[in-house]
């Protein structure tokens, strides 16, 4: 069974760049969730998405946003990109119904 | 203050050694209680969850959660250099939204 896809692995970019990254979910899960981890502030949760509609957000600004398309793989973009984005972005996927999440080995974005 | 606290440590043992790694959290309305171990460079993969209080073992592991105290607890026995990584506690409530809230980590190192 495969597991949690998350592209690219690695990204650099300057600062006020946009930034898209993405990740397909185990086969069959409909809900993609996102998670930011600095060393810092540890894991904190961005948004969920289900079925193709976002059902929970965490408290980021609106330059961070996603999307879920129908075969449930999710993209996560972060619009005019600061010094402090720089972290590692998980993805997780699960059911939706329940705690039994899978995380990808997520994207380490470097903003300079 | 953050809903689920825990010591970042580092925590050095030596090998064979019990571990005990620790967290509180403040919402007594928590249900499900989980351990996740992060590799370097790999996402966060489940250990064990609990649900409500008491314990639950597997293999090597044991997870208690005493929720009278809000503390959550993780017993490694016979520690191996291989276990050596990052433990994070995470909570999860039906309430919440379908997210995972995350206890800071401890770095733990088991020395040969």
């Known amino acids: 069974k495969a597991g949690v896809t998350q592209t690219p692995r690695y990204l650099i970019k300057t600062r006020g760049q946009q930034v898209t990254l993405s990740c397909s979910p185990i086969?069959?899960?409909?809900?993609v969730s996102w998670y930011q981890q600095t060393p810092g502030q540890g894991l904190q949760f961005l948004f969920e998405?289900?079925?193709?509609?976002?059902?929970n957000k965490g408290n980021f600004p609106g330059r961070f946003s996603g999307r879920q398309f129908s075969n449930s793989r999710s993209e996560m973009n972060v619009s005019t990109l600061e010094l402090g984005d720089s972290a590692l972005y998980l993805c997780?996927?699960?059911?939706?119904?329940?705690?039994?999440?899978?995380f990808g080995s997520g994207t380490r974005l470097t903003v300079v | 203050q953050k809903e689920v606290e825990q010591d970042p440590g580092p925590l050095s043992v030596p090998e064979g050694a019990i571990v005990s790694l620790n967290c509180t959290y403040s919402?007594?309305?928590?249900?499900?209680f989980m351990w996740y171990r992060q590799y370097s460079r790999k996402g966060p993969e489940l250990l064990m969850y609990?649900?409500?209080?008491g314990n639950k073992e597997d293999g090597r592991f044991t997870a208690q959660v005493d929720k009278s105290s809000k503390y959550i607890s993780l017993f490694i026995r016979d520690s191996q250099p291989s276990d050596s990584a990052t433990y994070l506690c995470?909570?999860?409530?039906?309430?919440?939204?379908?997210?995972?809230?995350f206890g800071g980590g401890t770095r733990l190192m088991v020395k040969p």
């Open positions: 919402n007594s309305a928590f249900q499900y």
């Open positions: 997780a996927s699960s059911s939706g119904h329940d705690y039994g999440y899978t």
């Open positions: 998405y289900f079925s193709e509609t976002q059902r």
């Open positions: 086969s069959g899960h409909r809900s």
């Open positions: 995470a909570t999860w409530a039906d309430f919440a939204g379908n997210m995972l809230t």
């Open positions: 609990t649900y409500s209080s």
